[in-house]
């Protein structure tokens, strides 16, 4: 995969937000035919009039060869691979639209990163139920911040699917100058990472908006990554995940700069803002919410203990103030690592 010409695809990446809008950058960069689809009809033509995603990506200019629609069924009707770039809450409403369009071979990918609202389900699940013919499927995450992809800076993601030969095609058409892929055959620790992670960005922003320090924000994430591993065990993932780019990478990247949106909601709830009036400020999808409270909702069903994670639903859900959450945690008893 280093760096020669991948074999040619027809891509289509479905979800013309930030993310979507890289990943589109990033495959036309590799050489594929590359069509963006967005619901939304005028930022389409806004993107094809400027050729910019001017609502998301602002002042990035987009790649020539790059194709714009808002035609779900021709989209997916001419392309061999579909990149799913959507919010994880709309994933199984996306699929029961579009799946009769959808032809049993044709690549499923997604780089969504969160578990389906009201089923704590991983999106691969969710795919599985929907899609039950289709068996060519992947999940990319890791460390990425969808500004720094379009701008193409080096950046390291994982592939990860049901085995290694759909890992290596997909890895294939994404690995591809500065942007690096490493591949994985396991799914449910990847997307367990890539989910959690999110809810921890906002108890790390919450740590440092009220002045806790370096210290109480390394112990956040340290401790943070036991209990993703600790529910990613109990669930069949791979311990060797969580220490990869979709676990420990992803978590230090989204705990630790303000690029990350959860990490944002989390200083913004420390000030005193609301849910709402944050989410207002920021202006964007933050996944961590809705993913806090299926993240608790695995906890007891696996009976797996994540104080952190608890602290931050407490906070999300059930009123209780972002300082009384750090306290909380500050004040369990002393055990053993």
């Given at each position: 995969?280093?760096?020669?010409?991948?074999?040619?695809?027809?891509?289509?990446?479905?979800?013309?937000?930030?993310?979507?809008?890289?990943?589109?950058?990033?495959?036309?960069?590799?050489?594929?035919?590359?069509?963006?689809?967005?619901?939304?009809?005028?930022?389409?033509?806004?993107?094809?009039?400027?050729?910019?995603?001017?609502?998301?990506?602002?002042?990035?200019?987009?790649?020539e060869s790059l194709k714009f629609s808002d035609q779900l069924e021709q989209t997916?009707?001419?392309?061999?691979?579909?990149?799913?770039?959507?919010?994880?809450?709309?994933?199984?409403?996306?699929?029961?639209?579009?799946?009769?369009?959808?032809?049993?071979?044709?690549?499923?990918?997604?780089?969504?990163?969160?578990?389906?609202?009201?089923?704590?389900?991983?999106?691969?699940?969710?795919?599985?139920?929907?899609?039950?013919?289709?068996?060519?499927?992947?999940?990319?995450?890791?460390?990425?911040?969808?500004?720094?992809?379009?701008?193409?800076?080096?950046?390291?993601?994982?592939?990860?699917?049901?085995?290694?030969?759909?890992?290596?095609?997909?890895?294939?058409?994404?690995?591809?100058?500065?942007?690096?892929?490493?591949?994985?055959?396991?799914?449910?620790?990847?997307?367990?990472?890539?989910?959690?992670?999110?809810?921890?960005?906002?108890?790390?922003?919450?740590?440092?908006?009220?002045?806790?320090?370096?210290?109480?924000?390394?112990?956040?994430?340290?401790?943070?990554?036991?209990?993703?591993?600790?529910?990613?065990?109990?669930?069949?993932?791979?311990?060797?995940?969580?220490?990869?780019?979709?676990?420990?990478?992803?978590?230090?990247?989204?705990?630790?700069?303000?690029?990350?949106?959860?990490?944002?909601?989390?200083?913004?709830?420390?000030?005193?803002?609301?849910?709402?009036?944050?989410?207002?400020?920021?202006?964007?999808?933050?996944?961590?919410?809705?993913?806090?409270?299926?993240?608790?909702?695995?906890?007891?069903?696996?009976?797996?203990?994540?104080?952190?994670?608890?602290?931050?639903?407490?906070?999300?859900?059930?009123?209780?103030?972002?300082?009384?959450?750090?306290?909380?945690?500050?004040?369990?008893?002393?055990?053993?690592?």
């Amino acid at each position: 995969m280093e760096n020669s010409r991948p074999q040619h695809r027809k891509i289509a990446v479905l979800g013309g937000g930030s993310w979507g809008t890289a990943l589109a950058i990033q495959v036309a960069r590799a050489h594929h035919d590359v069509v963006l689809w967005d619901i939304n009809p005028e930022h389409v033509k806004n993107m094809q009039q400027t050729h910019c995603n001017q609502q998301y990506l602002p002042d990035i200019p987009l790649p020539e060869s790059l194709k714009f629609s808002d035609q779900l069924e021709q989209t997916i009707s001419q392309a061999n691979t579909l990149l799913l770039a959507i919010p994880s809450h709309a994933i199984r409403g996306f699929l029961q639209t579009a799946k009769g369009w959808i032809r049993d071979d044709q690549h499923i990918v997604w780089a969504t990163k969160g578990l389906e609202e009201g089923s704590a389900k991983p999106v691969h699940q969710v795919v599985a139920e929907e899609l039950p013919n289709c068996k060519s499927t992947a999940v990319v995450s890791g460390p990425t911040f969808a500004g720094e992809v379009a701008r193409n800076l080096p950046t390291a993601v994982t592939v990860a699917a049901s085995s290694h030969a759909i890992a290596d095609e997909v890895a294939g058409f994404l690995h591809y100058g500065n942007f690096r892929v490493y591949t994985s055959e396991d799914m449910i620790g990847v997307e367990l990472g890539g989910s959690l992670k999110n809810v921890l960005a906002i108890a790390a922003g919450i740590a440092d908006g009220l002045g806790f320090g370096a210290n109480t924000r390394a112990a956040l994430i340290t401790r943070g990554l036991k209990e993703i591993m600790r529910l990613g065990l109990a669930m069949g993932a791979q311990a060797e995940t969580f220490m990869g780019l979709a676990g420990m990478g992803d978590l230090v990247l989204t705990c630790t700069d303000n690029q990350s949106r959860n990490r944002r909601m989390g200083l913004a709830l420390a000030e005193g803002l609301s849910i709402e009036q944050a989410r207002e400020r920021i202006g964007q999808a933050v996944e961590g919410i809705k993913t806090a409270k299926e993240a608790w909702l695995l906890a007891q069903k696996y009976k797996v203990e994540m104080p952190i994670i608890e602290q931050t639903y407490q906070v999300l859900y059930e009123g209780k103030l972002p300082r009384d959450a750090v306290q909380d945690l500050l004040g369990r008893e002393a055990r053993s690592e």
